[in-house]
Structures are given as structure tokens and as C-alpha cells.
């Protein structure tokens, strides 16, 4: 029910042996006139200081990619080093939305991540707006959060619901000295003012208290109405994961206790198909790979169908053997993006390691 089409990339280094560029993080749009918008992230490494979001642009389907051009320039009003870090996507008018992280780099030679307590550095988030299709984009809005993180995960784009709702789906992560008031779950912000404003959030999955994190969520609106949620369930005691879980809200507010979902795998992203049926790509831990996994729902209960290997090349990681951080840092693949071409057909951007290279990956999924 799951085929392979074609293949390719959206960006690998043209230079390496020149230059350090690494890529990760992708997302993808499609415009109204067809054409696609890709954007990920570059840098020297993972948490390099010079890490930042640059786009690509295809005519053709996904099968070309333009050179990549950066989304922004510096924030002027950033009297900070800071690194930057956006997910594309795409209201029903046609305005292009960036949710994005100002990363604050006081600490030079750290990371993003504190290696002892895996706590964030300081961070802000933001919202940009695009009306000429991804070419410009407006200067950064600042976007106060309804509840304290202190930090917040950057692991999806701007979700607009049939009610008019923009959600922002993310994940609270506690600050760098350990301090996480709200638990490490996920959560979406909420605007009912076409993102001028976020006064409201939807709890969608909280296992703090088993001391199981709940990230990478993937969020996305059903045909039939109600939301669909999954995550990635890492358990910090054991540094392993455990069995991705989803919560469904049917009134699109409240959301079901987190539960197995049936997949043993880490971040797992979602799309619902024009047939109502949703199509997750997900990190799987064994075999390891890339997987689509075709998915519908019964009365709010996940139910697993037909599913297929998209790209193996490496461990799928977080095995605890290092601290949660390293080995975060270490990942090998991950953080698919997709959108429906209107053939009925798939086409998933994904960030992937080749030949000692992170490059961005592109397919197409055919699915009967």
C-alpha cells in the first residue's frame, strides 16, 4: 500500500572538502502555485555557534532544489549571540508562517544544552510571516508564551484549524540549571488572533511525573474534525525510549492520557491524507530506519495498517550508553516533513547522515 517513487536531495554540501556545512531539521510547504518551499537548518555541527535556517525552492515536484538562501538575517534587535533555528508553514490564505527559537549563546563554549541535567539554554520564541511566497519574510514577532518553560522545544510548525485556531505545538524543557516548573511535557500554545497573540495552551501529553519525557510531538487536524497527537517517549532514568504514545482530542481542546500507539520508535511526524487515512514517517528503533506507517482512527483508537521501510543507513541511537545529551546530539537521521502533491502522492523531506555528511533527503511515497 506504500511505495517508493523517486528520490533524491534537497541540499547536501556541494563542497565538503572546503567547507564544514552540515544540514538538519527540514520543513516543507506547498504553495498554490506548486511550488515547494524547503527549509532547514546549517551549520558547522549540530550546536554550532553559526547555526541558522535557510530555504530552498522547487518547480519541478521536489525533483530540483534551488540553492539555499537564508530565511533571515540577525535579528537587529538581539544585543545577544544567538543562533536561530524555523519551521515553515502555510495558512489557508496563502501566508507563509515561520515558529521560530532565538537560541541565546552567552556561553560560547557550550552547547545548546546543558551536558549535565540536559536543560536549554536561555531562548525566546517567535513568529514570521511571509506574503510573497517564502521570498521575504517580516521581521520577527515575539511570541510570549501562557506558561513558564523556562525552555521550549522548536518541533513543529504553526498548525491552523478549521475554528480559525493557530496552534504551535511544542514541548516545555527545564532551563539550564535543572529548574522545570511545568515537567518536560507536551504541550501546543494557542492564538485565536492569527498568531498577534498567545494567551492559551492545550496539554497534550504529561509523563513527568514517571520522569518520561514527551517530545518531538507531531500534531494534525482530522478530516472527520477532532486532533490527532503523537510523541516520543523517552524515559530519562534508563536514557531509552519507550514506545511512542498519541492522545486524541475529539472536541479539539481535551486530549486522551497519553497511550502506545503501537510503534517502537522517537520522533515520529504526521499528515492526514485527503482520504482521512494519516501517513506517519517515523525514526524507528528496530530494524532501524526511516518508516511510513499507515494509520487510521476508530473511535479514538489508533489503529496500525500497512507500513514500509524509506531509508536505512543507521542505528536509530539514544541506546544509554552516554548522557541523554551527547547522545541527542549524536542522532543519525530524523525529523520528517511532509506534504500531499495533488496526484494523491507524498512527498517527505527528511535530515539524514551520508558519507560523514547531514544532508537533506527528499521522497516520494505513492500510497493505494
Known sequence: MIEIVDQGHVYRNPKPYLRSIHAWHPS????????LL??????????????????SRSSDDGRSWSPPTRVLADDPAAQRPATQSIRLGRTRD????????WHF???????LVNRENLGYTEMELFLVR???GGRTFNPPEHIEPPLIGPGFELCHSIVELADGRWLAPTSTWRGWEGDEPNGMQAISLVSRDR????????KIADR??????????????????????????????TGRSEPNVYSYAADGAHFTPPAPCGLVGQTAKLRTLADGRVLCLYRRESPPGLWAQLVSLDDGRWINHDEA?????????????????DELSGLKFGYPSQVQLPDGDVLAVFWCVEDCQHVIRWVRLRVS
Open 105 to 111: 549563546r552567552d556561553r560560547a563554549d557550550e552547547g
Open 195 to 202: 498568531g498577534r497573540t498567545w494567551p492559551e495552551y492545550l
Open 38 to 55: 524547503a527549509s532547514f537548518d546549517l551549520g558547522q555541527a549540530v550546536e554550532a555557534l553559526d547555526y541558522r535556517t535557510w530555504i
Open 28 to 35: 516543507i510547504v506547498r504553495l498554490d502555485d506548486g511550488t
Open 94 to 101: 496563502g501566508e507563509v508562517t515561520g515558529f521560530g527559537t
Open 130 to 132: 511571509s506574503q510573497d
Open 208 to 237: 513527568s511525573a514517571e520522569k518520561v519525557i514527551c517530545w518531538e510531538v507531531s500534531l494534525v487536524e482530522l478530516n472527520g474534525g477532532g486532533l490527532l497527537a503523537v510523541c516520543w517517549a523517552f524515559n530519562e532514568r
Open 309 to 325: 521501510l524509506v531509508w536505512q543507513g543507521a542505528s536509530a541511537g539514544m541506546l544509554g550508553r552516554g548522557t541523554n545529551s
